[in-house]
């Protein structure tokens, strides 16, 4: 039986398959991102859609729904300043305005769960709409 890791808080469990998938992008760097979905039913977070390490940015905010809740990790890469390759990992809070109240409930009391079974994440972004999201965004925290 597949393990999973439960979220006191909530009572939400966090599957193996969010924990393997957040590992193998972290180490491997086999996914540029992994975007995560709450199943109230099932009381699970399980993986929604992962991108490949060709995706971009785009293909991940592209890859949200306009009026549903999900949470996002980016494998960011940039260069600093001094010419050094970087790469930082973005957790991404989506809570769309056209989303039901009692989803963005469930996501935000669920959140910091997910963020400790997802071990070395180095920034927080969260959005209620595109632009609280852009690459620009991303690129000044980075930074």
């Known amino acids: 039986m597949a393990m ?5 808080t909530t009572g ?3 599957t193996d398959e969010c924990k393997n998938s957040f590992m193998e992008m972290k180490w491997k760097k086999v996914h540029r991102y992994i975007v995560f979905k709450i199943d109230e039913k099932s009381r699970l ?3 929604d859609k992962v991108g490949g390490p060709g995706e971009s940015y785009d293909d991940l905010t592209a890859s949200l729904p306009i009026d549903d809740c999900r949470y ?3 494998d960011f890469d940039f260069v600093t300043v001094d010419n050094c390759r970087k790469s930082k990992l973005f957790f991404i809070a989506w809570s769309p ?3 039901r109240i009692r989803e963005k ?3 935000a ?3 910091d769960g997910l963020r400790r079974v997802l071990d070395g994440i ?3 972004v969260q959005a209620t709409d595109p632009t609280e999201m852009g690459i620009d965004v991303i690129k000044h925290k980075a930074n």
């Open 97 to 99: 305005a056209a989303s």
């Open 12 to 14: 939400m469990w966090v």
């Open 72 to 74: 996002a990790v980016f």
């Open 105 to 107: 409930m469930l996501y």
């Open 122 to 124: 180095s920034y927080e």
């Open 45 to 47: 977070v399980t993986v």
């Open 109 to 111: 009391t669920s959140k």
């Open 4 to 8: 999973a890791f439960k979220m006191a």
